[in-house]
């Protein structure tokens, strides 16, 4: 019963062989018209791009620009950044963003709320997700004196009532 075995395998691995003369590891400077010629098939290719071991034309060629009117931010002129650099590129940008618009409304004596998009997709030639983009939103509103929680009225007032009664707890004895 071995030697059957044997022989069904042995039969197999023939059938299973591949006789193409690929080579083991395309140089990453292919490019996808270089492959097929190769004869790789458009899902290797795919596979290929996607692992980075070729590079993919769309992903090399993607430049991230910001189209703000906000001077102390990067990006100001076109850059390219990686798909798996994007996230954390179009993040700290979009924090820079942030950042500047309280810095600007506390020096105009207001408060500043702001919400931060950030748009992922897919490259079509590859695959690979990366961040597209992001979009800083923000809201700001004069701060009037009566708004304030803590003002020198409460703080005083408050500041006596819980003095008092802390005072009292502590020294008693139980």
């Known amino acids: 019963m071995s030697s059957t075995y044997a022989v069904a395998s042995a039969a197999a691995y023939t059938q299973n062989t591949k006789t193409d003369t690929k080579p083991v590891a395309p140089p990453p400077s292919a ?19 996607k692992s980075g071991k070729v590079e993919c034309a769309t992903c090399a060629s993607r430049r991230y620009v910001d189209g703000s009117d906000d001077a102390g931010v990067s990006f100001k002129t ?5 798909p798996s650099q994007s996230a954390s590129a179009v993040m700290s940008h979009e924090r820079e963003h942030v950042t500047n618009n309280a810095a600007k409304a506390a020096r105009e004596d207001s408060v500043a709320s702001s919400s931060v ?3 992922h997709a897919t490259c079509p030639e590859c695959g690979k997700s990366y961040v597209a983009g992001g979009v800083t939103r923000t809201q700001t509103r004069k701060i009037k004196e009566n708004d304030h929680f803590f003002n020198k009225e409460f703080e005083t007032t408050i500041g006596k009532y819980i003095g ?9 004895e139980v």
């Open 117 to 119: 998009s950030v748009f």
């Open 164 to 172: 008092k009664h802390i005072g009292k707890n502590i020294n008693e």
């Open 31 to 49: 490019t996808s018209v270089q492959l097929k010629e190769d004869g790789y098939t458009g899902a290797e290719i795919r596979s290929l791009k």
């Open 78 to 82: 076109p850059t390219h950044v990686s």
